[in-house]
């Protein structure tokens, strides 16, 4: 009798091949992530965008720097890149 317990039991385990049984918290966790991923994805496809679009403005001014209200805009050249910062004036802290 002892052994067929022994047997039962090692049935309910699961074989190293088997998917793990549904963990809820793991199963969550891993769907936000996916979804922070998408969402990251989309981001920065806009981002691309609307780099390609400032430059593409700034060529057609004829700039590949500027400053005004505290923002700062320099174009990269070898990139083909904006790169956008806010800068602080002193107008601005007081």
Do not use: S
């Not at 793991?26 to 679009?53: M, P």
């Not at 060529?59 to 990269?76: C, F, M, S, V, W």
């Amino acid at each position: 009798m002892a052994r067929a317990a022994t047997v039962k039991k090692a049935a309910n385990q699961n074989l190293p091949t088997m998917q793990d049984m549904g963990i809820p918290e793991i199963q969550e966790a891993g769907a936000k992530l996916l979804h922070a991923k998408d969402q990251l994805k989309d981001v920065q496809a806009i981002e691309k965008h609307l780099n390609e679009k400032l430059v593409e403005v700034m060529k057609a001014n004829g700039k590949d720097y500027y400053l005004h209200d505290g923002l700062e805009i320099e174009l990269i050249e070898a990139k083909t890149k904006a790169k956008v910062k806010h800068k602080e004036t002193a107008a601005a802290i007081d």
